[in-house]
């Protein structure tokens, strides 16, 4: 049977036909993913953290930077109970034979170069840790329950303090684990005696004498707490510490204003932001290095700066980059 349509009933179906392609375009279009998705890391709570963290634009290939190697520590363990956010806190004074499994996260640009809850100088390509009750300083074996990859840490800092994370490790730590790009990861944690880790490959313990100074600094903020002694870390990274030759370090001027953006353990990320800089900023950008306490750190400065309104002037642009939060420093 043959159907006649009228000039009206084409119309209706035309309308019902636009309608389905509508609804139809809409059903096939992805969905808008809301910036509540996307996944990002997760850095731990600390009491001086805030949530802004994140990983470093200058990269650099974590596989060459060795795990940190257990040291006998001669002097006192920073173990002394203490209160964050309401709650108290009460560290352990032995971590060999420390175990547990738990969710790990990581934090990273937002901290590095600050002194660690013991006074050391934090890295974010250095292999450490934060850890809650766990002595410090102390080693610890950290192994991926997902894909089983492990690292040696060392740890000497406190955290995290957020959700039921156990453990927070430096950037490196958890590229090296491979979770850095989630967040976190499902891990198990355990003690090291640095003693019984040597004997283990028939070598002697390396032994780290007390250090009376806390490694500081002009450019980093004071710890909070009282530090005790520490044993300064050994060279962790894979890149040869060499001085580095810039010329505006022997010529630096006594007078003006001087910025320093960054210390680094690693030479190369030091040049990195120098780089960096060097192409935002009008005045001299150079790398000043130091030696205190058995760490050589690499300073990013700027400088020097005719006024201190110029001074102002660099800060806020090198914040609003996101590149650091520059410090008054002086001539040394």
């Known amino acids: 049977m043959r159907v006649l349509f009228t ?4 119309k209706l179906i035309g309308c019902a036909a636009l309608g389905l392609m509508l609804v139809s375009c809409s059903s096939n279009r992805p969905a808008q993913q809301s910036n509540n998705n996307v996944v990002r890391a997760k850095p731990g709570l600390d009491i001086n953290r805030a949530h802004k963290d994140g990983a470093p634009w200058w990269d650099v290939d974590v596989s060459k930077i060795p795990d940190a190697t257990p040291t006998v520590h001669t002097g006192n363990y920073k173990a002394n109970p203490y209160t964050v956010l309401g709650k108290t806190y009460f560290p352990i004074q032995d971590s060999r034979n420390y175990r547990a499994e738990g969710t790990a996260s990581w934090y990273g640009t937002k901290f590095h170069g600050q002194n660690t809850a013991n006074g050391e100088v934090y890295d974010l390509y250095g292999m450490s840790a934060a850890h809650k009750t766990l002595p410090l300083p102390a080693y610890v074996k950290v192994t991926n329950l997902d ?4 690292v040696i840490l060392r ?8 959700s039921d994370r156990i453990i927070d490790l430096s950037y490196a730590a ?3 684990l491979g979770y850095a ?5 499902r891990v198990r944690v355990e003690g090291i005696d640095p003693k019984q880790w040597w004997a283990q490959r028939g070598q002697p313990a390396p032994m780290v004498l007390d250090q009376p100074q806390v490694a500081q600094t002009q450019a980093l903020s004071a ?3 009282t530090v005790e002694q520490w044993t300064p870390p050994p060279q962790q990274h894979a890149a040869a510490v060499v001085p580095v030759q810039i010329a505006s370090n022997s010529g630096m001027a006594s007078n ?6 960054g210390a680094f353990a690693n030479p190369d990320a030091a040049e990195l932001l120098r780089s960096k800089l060097s192409g935002m900023v009008s005045a001299p950008v150079f790398i000043s290095s130091i030696v205190r306490n058995q760490q050589t750190l690499h300073r990013v400065r700027m400088g020097p700066i005719n006024s201190q309104g110029e001074a102002q002037q660099m800060q806020d642009s090198v914040r609003l980059a996101n590149l650091g939060q520059p410090k008054v420093v002086t001539a040394d």
Do not use: C, M
Not at 181 to 185: D, K, P, Q, R
Not at 256 to 261: E, T
């Open 7 to 10: 000039d009206a009933s084409l």
């Open 147 to 150: 894909n089983h990859r492990s």
């Open 155 to 162: 740890v000497n800092d406190r955290g995290p303090f957020y």
């Open 174 to 176: 958890a590229k090296k």
């Open 181 to 185: 790009e989630t967040g976190t990861a």
């Open 223 to 225: 710890s909070t707490g």
């Open 256 to 261: 003006g204003l001087y910025l320093q953006v």
